[in-house]
């Protein structure tokens, strides 16, 4: 394959925001998740974990609770004293209303989905109907000393638990009236403390009542006697949340230790029916506080201040071995926030609210693999763009030619011309925006730099002509009629006749440039489009989805190319197939139209289409396999799509899926092989997949010329040396 | 914790007996079948657990039946007395009570008694007595009279007392009372007269009797509310003369003196007494459980609707009339356990279904004492069963075994288990080992010559025995001198308590040379170390032991040996080891047991000085082979590990450091272990050093790899 110069990127200081609620949607089998900066992301536990949508920030916007109404759609609160609805279908904010309450602390939708509570800071419980295209005010319940910073409703919606300071509140949700009142202990390992904040509340069915206050205790009480059942004392520290399951037999509470701790209901004795609620399994996953838990039928989730949104599976919920059953630690968007204009080695960096571009350095030395080379030039902070306003920034690019940058927050859109004179770069802003164009969740520059593609949110694509200092509109694609669906990735041809644009779950949509009209539709799959692109010369699409299937489709025939039947028909590596994070960006080499560049967060790979899928050579692979542990086994057929869920539109592949995985016991990850051998026998053991697992966290990868690479990474210990300081324990020996 | 549960009313149809309640229960042949006489003309027969009759039977009308029928355990069928002398036996497949046998006696009947195990008696209201065969042989005899006139029978019981019958019944004249005791092996009836412990008169309510091994223990209830109790020697000492016998109080005021329709006691067991009467004049009347030892209310149940003063109690089940009807409580008392406080036994057993025996006395059940006549009853079944079962050819492999070890030679003994061992192991196979070896220990005790080594042995070497399982085994062991025995069982047992680990390093430590050369022991743990060449060395260093000489045969040949080697052990005179290769595997056993320190320390205090210095001598030995290589470890199988040395270095002084200092040789071994212990510290103070200069080495390495913002590398894909 050859050797590469790496560009080393670790000067992308993105850090992401701390999550602030996690939502768990049983019906859709989706997470909703909100960050400190007012980020709502939703990922769909069904699709390997994918983020597939999700809604910028606001500074003003900081959300307190998140929830799911009314089947499938997404509230949030905050503290500026508004519910927001989510649009989930246009990825916009639907609208928001204000509670008059004050800083809204916590929300709770009713079993039955159609009524929505909130409570706020000035003591008030407020009740609204949720109506089918908005929200309505009932009622307030009765006014609490206060603020409410936590909710639950009882299974049946009789009754509704309040926690707030020092006690929690019970109401008759009819009424509105409260009819108890529970009193939290304010002692603290014996001593008083000032105050004890009732973070999260939890109401059975049963009429049992658990709360988690910040004096480290987790109460279990009983609602009709307003009487302390259980005390647990789990932490020195404040526990921030609660989650039980649907089931209630076990719930999860989040520590501001980071510990996670898992409660079940457990018998008593064997035979008896009589059961209690024991602490069984501590999970210490996060540096940081935990600010909210989730319980989904088979696995703990937790989020917290240190950024990561981990998954745990309940090993004992876990039928088979597959995706599910293993601990996932999601840090990282899955979406690009770096592009790059390979000719002047530009890197354009996003941020919540600003932008970086960076020209790399360069050397003059050459060197053998794993050398780190002199640099005769290092890199350059060439600009930093600050947004006005307070919205976060969605999207942004820079054009291939490095002389356009385009950006979007979800009201504005900004396009700059960039001119390059030696060492001096001139910003000049393209005033004079269309109306129609405020918004964009994806832009795109053609490889000429002379059109620009905008997918907004309303399902439209929007193709400009970029001119010196200007740029007209040229056309508008407009959905197809009825369907409301965002465009959330687009690819750009090469000689920029094709455009293929892919929305949160259709299909993906080919349109043709020139003559301004949609092309072909690629058949719908199941699972969601990480990233696409369109090759060189061939005009192949080459989609990458979340459940790590790689398809090649070929624009001019209209249908998947031999290459990509051939990988169906002998199905990937189930090492390939196990990867944890999604293929966030393809690129081709531009020399070499067989070779694809594709990258996770962990690895990157090239596909050289020449070669074989697999080698054939076993001797070293069982020391390969071995090392990335896991064996290969029948069960993750299930992981491939296969069966009625591909549907006709694929029926040779579909074929071709049920056939036995051939290579898997074959290699995937090289080992770099011996150097005294010959030519031969490395032509011989040579295989497709080109994986490189140097450099990770990986946030870009791509070929800068037929010899360059770059690589943006973003170690976590960079991360967490900003987050705020953890709270300190001690350890033994220190 | 005596527990009284919801109890269930028996008869669906309301006795037509009124206020008198039923002539009386009593046991069938069959558990849980109950035959329930009226004082009408009715005989019910009832099973308790379903609740419903099973049979049926009335006497014609104008006869009235006068005494409870009863079950005739060794046949079957039932009797019953009307009209005072007419006898009636009949079964369950009879119908009509008019049709069944009849018999009609020359004297008035006063109650029919029958337990299992022997036949029926018939008590006539004269005071004799007749065997049931005997009376039905000749119907017409004439029978005596026993008792002097107006003196009337109030209360009569018939029990075994040690596999011979035994009747008792009260008698009252004229405010006096009178118990007569017959016992049918001797044929003899004593006469006693009850005092009661008071002045006043009072009249006694209830009665009720438990065995115990020399009294038969009557209690009564008295109408001031009391209960007293009254021993009666079981084997008197003149049994023609008319004694008395004082009555003591055993509880005050369990019910109010003035109910309504009486009130009723019946021993439980041998702490509890169920009594039943109102607890005061005007509450309502209550069955409760009292505990006579600590003269506590244990529980009780209110009966609102009246009852008429009985009370029979069989099995876990009281019977009572609770208004019209005959009620059934049954009762439960679970021995309070430390297992039960900590809430293990807690619902253990499912509330529906009553196991019969589920009262479980640790005393009763060893036979010091026999409980109530109920476990009585229960427990004279379990020895006939068991008597049958030994003449049936299966026996199980372990009663025959036991059975073996309390009687048969110690050779014998030896076969039998082996054979035993060689069988399948059942799952209950570590209490059945445990239960041979506390057999062959309580023989050990019982014959002293008796001492089963080989058995013993064995027995330890299966890996299932535990120091609970058979706690004595260490003892005897220790007082026998059998160090083979405790090697192996502080190699074996889990659970060796901290005292006998201590007990057994005195013993290690005193017992002569010359018995350990005859002790066949376990050497694996010393062998690869401790070469048989230092005896020589041992004769100097160990003189202050008490059997300090040891004339070994090899003595000779170490001798010898000595001699070449002189040169080097002479240089190095730590490096021998101080004691017998026996005592060292004595010792490495205790060095590899398990132990707390806490519970230690206070017995490794008595450990005379000079022991104390020699088990010191052999620990600093260890420690200096053990830093002879550098992984620290000893060579052989199963040595004691450093720490496990180290731990007992520190043990040892921690326990003796005052009086070990005080002794020169102890000063001088405990100077060099200082000297040595010293050096180590410098070595690992050293290490210590290193270690951090090669982590600043690695922390090098890494920043080399990350902190870097931007690079160019070169990658090669393969």
């Known amino acids: 394959m050859g050797e590469f110069n790496v560009h080393r990127v670790r000067f992308f200081n993105y850090v992401p925001s701390g999550i602030r609620c996690v939502a768990y949607n049983n019906q859709s089998n989706r997470l909703a998740v909100s960050r400190t900066d007012g980020t709502v992301e939703i990922y769909n536990l069904s699709a390997n974990y994918f983020q597939e949508k999700f809604f910028p920030g606001h500074e003003s916007r900081a959300t307190e609770a998140l929830c799911w109404a009314k089947g499938q759609r997404l509230f949030s609160a905050g503290l500026n004293g508004e519910i927001i609805e989510y649009d989930l279908q246009a990825l916009t904010i639907k609208y928001a209303v204000d509670a008059f309450g004050g800083p809204i602390w916590s929300m709770a939708a009713s079993p039955s989905g159609s009524q929505l509570l909130v409570g706020c800071e000035d003591g008030s419980v407020k009740l609204f109907q949720i109506t089918p295209d908005k929200i309505q005010f009932e009622r307030n319940f009765d006014r609490q000393k206060s603020r409410i910073l936590s909710l639950s409703w009882h299974p049946a919606g009789t009754h509704v638990a309040a926690g707030s300071i020092d006690y929690i509140s019970v109401f008759d949700s009819k009424s509105g009236s409260a009819i108890g009142k529970m009193l939290v202990d304010r002692q603290y390992m014996g001593v008083s403390k000032r105050k004890c904040i009732i973070w999260g509340v939890a109401f059975l069915s049963d009429g049992t009542v658990i709360s988690v206050d910040s004096a480290g205790k987790v109460q279990i009480w009983d609602s009709a006697t307003g009487t302390l059942v259980k005390n647990h004392l789990v932490s020195n520290a404040d526990v921030q949340s609660i989650a039980v399951s649907a089931q209630e037999d076990s719930f999860v509470v989040g520590t501001a230790e980071g510990t996670v701790f898992h409660f079940q209901l457990v018998s008593v004795t064997s035979s008896s029916s009589e059961k209690q609620w024991v602490r069984t399994k501590p999970f210490q996953h996060h540096t940081h506080d935990v600010r909210a838990v989730a319980h989904s039928p088979t696995a703990l989730i937790s989020g917290g201040t240190d950024t990561h949104l981990v998954i745990r599976p309940l090993m004992e919920k876990v039928e088979v071995k597959n995706y599910d059953a293993a601990l996932r630690k999601i840090t990282f968007p899955h979406r690009r926030l770096v592009s790059c204009a390979k000719k002047k080695q530009l890197l354009l960096f996003q941020f919540a609210h600003h932008l970086e571009l960076w020209r790399l350095g360069s050397t003059v030395a050459t060197g053998k693999n794993g050398d780190t080379l002199p640099l005769s030039k290092n890199a350059d902070h060439l600009l930093h763009l600050k947004t006005k306003g307070p919205e976060n920034i969605i999207c942004s690019c820079i054009s291939p030619c490095g002389g356009w940058i385009a950006c979007s927050t979800a009201s504005r859109f900004f396009l700059y011309r960039l001119n390059y004179e030696h060492d001096n770069i001139s910003l000049q802003r393209v005033s004079k925006m269309p109306v129609f164009l405020r918004s964009a969740l994806q832009i795109l520059f053609s490889e000429d730099s002379t059109k620009l593609f905008v997918a907004s949110n309303q399902g439209s694509l929007r193709v400009f002509r970029l001119l010196e ?62 990233a696409l692109a369109i090759a060189p010369n061939t005009n192949n699409l080459v989609i990458a989805h979340s459940d790590q299937q790689v398809f090649e489709y070929s624009i001019p025939d209209k249908q998947y190319t031999e290459w990509s039947r051939t990988v169906q028909k002998q199905g990937f590596h189930h090492l390939w197939l196990q990867r944890d994070t999604p293929i966030t960006h393809i690129s081709f080499h531009p020399k070499r139209p067989m070779h694809i560049l594709l990258h996770d967060t962990y690895m990157f790979c090239l596909i050289d289409k020449s070669l074989a899928l697999s080698s054939q050579q076993r ?100 991360i967490i040396a900003q987050l705020p300081p953890p709270i300190k324990k001690k350890k033994f020996g220190t | 914790m005596a527990d009284l549960e919801e109890g269930f009313t028996l008869t669906a149809v309301p006795l037509g007996s009124g206020p008198d309640g039923p002539l009386g229960v009593e046991q069938s042949d069959k558990t849980d079948q109950f ?17 419903k009759p099973l049979g049926s039977w009335s006497v014609k009308q104008g006869q009235i039946i006068t005494c409870p029928a009863v079950c005739n355990f060794q046949t079957g069928e039932y009797i019953v007395v009307h009209d005072n002398k007419v006898l009636r036996i009949w079964n369950n497949e009879d119908v009509n009570l008019d049709k069944v046998f009849k018999a009609t006696l020359s004297a008035e009947v006063y109650r029919i008694h029958s337990i299992q195990g022997t036949e029926p008696l018939v008590l006539f209201k004269e005071g004799a007595v007749r065997g049931l065969e005997a009376l039905l042989a000749e119907p017409q005899q004439k029978i005596e009279t026993v008792i002097s006139d107006e003196e009337v029978i109030k209360w009569t019981k018939f029990f075994m007392v040690f596999r011979h019958p035994v009747l008792i019944f009260i008698t009252e004249k004229h405010g006096n009372y009178f118990a007569y005791v017959q016992k049918f092996n001797s044929r003899i009836l004593s006469k006693y007269t009850l005092l009661l412990g008071q002045e006043e008169k009072c009249v006694i309510q209830s009665f009720s009797t438990s065995v115990g091994r020399k009294f038969i223990s009557l209690m009564s209830l008295t109408s001031d509310g009391c209960v007293y109790e009254t021993l009666i020697p079981i084997h008197p000492s003149e049994p023609e003369k008319n004694q008395r016998l004082v009555q003591s109080q055993l509880l005050k005021s369990v019910v109010s003196g003035s109910a309504r329709s009486g009130a009723a006691l019946s021993i439980l067991d041998q702490d509890h007494v169920a009594v039943l009467g109102a607890p005061r004049p005007a509450s309502k009347e209550c069955l409760s459980v009292w505990n006579t030892k600590f003269q506590t209310l244990q529980t009780s149940k209110e009966l609102p609707q009246g009852t008429s003063g009985q009370l029979w109690y069989y099995g876990e089940n009281l019977f009572m009339l609770h208004g019209k009807f005959l009620t059934v409580i049954p009762y439960k008392c679970e021995v309070s356990s430390l297992a039960g406080a900590l809430g293990k036994l807690k619902h253990s057993q499912d509330p529906g279904t009553h196991v019969t025996p589920h009262f479980v006395n640790w005393e009763t059940s060893q036979g010091c004492e026999l409980g109530s006549q109920n476990s009585e009853q229960s427990k004279r079944i379990l020895r006939r069963r068991k008597i049958q079962v030994s003449v049936q050819p299966e026996v199980p492999a372990s009663t025959q075994l036991l059975a073996t070890i309390q009687k048969d030679s110690e050779k014998h003994i030896e076969v039998e288990l082996r054979k035993f061992l060689a069988t399948k192991r059942t799952p209950d196979f570590h209490t059945i080992i445990g239960d041979v070896v506390i057999g062959l220990l309580g023989r050990c005790k019982a014959e002293p010559s008796f001492y089963p080594r080989n058995c013993l042995m064995q027995l330890v070497q299966t890996h299932v025995l535990s120091y609970s399982l058979c706690p004595g085994l260490m003892e005897v062991a220790l007082e026998k001198t059998d160090v083979q025995i405790l090697q192996l069982c502080l190699q074996q047992l889990p659970d060796v308590p901290e005292s006998v680990t201590c007990a057994c390093l005195k013993l290690f430590l005193s017992i002569g040379d010359d018995t ?62 101080p004691l017998t290769p026996k005592r060292a595997a004595l010792l490495n056993a205790i060095l590899c047991s398990a132990y707390s320190e806490t519970f230690l320390l206070p017995h490794l205090k008595d450990i005379p000085a000079q022991h104390s210095t020699l088990f010191l001598q052999y620990l600093y030995f260890l420690y200096l082979k053990c830093s002879e290589n550098a992984t620290m470890t000893l060579p052989g199988t199963h040595p004691p590990t450093l720490n496990q040395i180290m731990d007992w270095i520190c043990l040892l002084l921690d326990a003796n450091f005052t009086v070990v200092v005080m002794i020169p040789e102890a000063k001088r071994l405990l100077l060099s272990l200082y000297k040595f212990v010293k050096s180590q510290i410098s070595i690992c103070s050293e290490l210590n050093k290193i270690e951090v200069s090669f982590r600043e080495l690695q922390k090098l390495n890494q920043e080399k790899n990350n902190r870097e913002l931007y690079s160019i590398e070169v990658l090669e894909l393969f």
């Open chain 2, 516 to 577: 350990l050369q005859d002790a066949d022991i376990n050497m694996e743990s010393v062998s690869d170390y401790m070469d048989p060449v230092q005896d020589g060395e041992m004769e100097e260093q160990t003189t202050f032991l008490q059997n300090g000489f040891n004339p070994e045969e090899d003595n000779c040949d170490s001798c010898a040996q000595k001699l070449k080697e002189k040169p080097q052990a002479a240089a190095d005179e730590s490096t021998s080891c």
């Open chain 1, 469 to 530: 200092g200007g740029f007209t509109h040229l056309h508008s694609f407009q959905p197809q009629s009825g369907t409301v669906q965002s465009m959330c990735l687009l690819a750009v041809s090469p000689d920029g006749n094709w455009l293929a644009a892919s929305g949160t779950s259709a299909g993906v949509h080919v349109y043709n440039v020139k003559q301004l009209k949609l092309h072909c539709t690629v058949p719908a799959y199941n699972f969601p489009v990480t």
């Open chain 1, 619 to 718: 001797c070293c692979c069982g020391h390969a396999v071995m090392q990335f542990g896991l064996r290969a086994q029948p069960a993750h057929g299930a992981l491939v799509p296969c069966e009625g869920g591909v549907g006709g539109a694929r029926g040779e592949q579909q074929m071709a899926l049920k056939e036995p995985l051939p290579n898997d016991k074959t290699l995937l990850y090289n080992p770099l092989p011996p150097t005294n051998e010959s030519d031969v026998i490395r032509r011989r053991t040579a295989h497709a997949f080109k994986i490189s697992k140097k450099y990770k966290p990986l946030l870009f990868v791509d070929l800068l010329d037929e010899k360059t690479l770059v690589a943006v990474e973003r170690p976590l210990d960079d």
């Open chain 2, 35 to 51: 035959l329930v006489t009226d004082s009408g003309r009715t005989v019910i027969l009832y099973k308790v657990s379903d609740q």
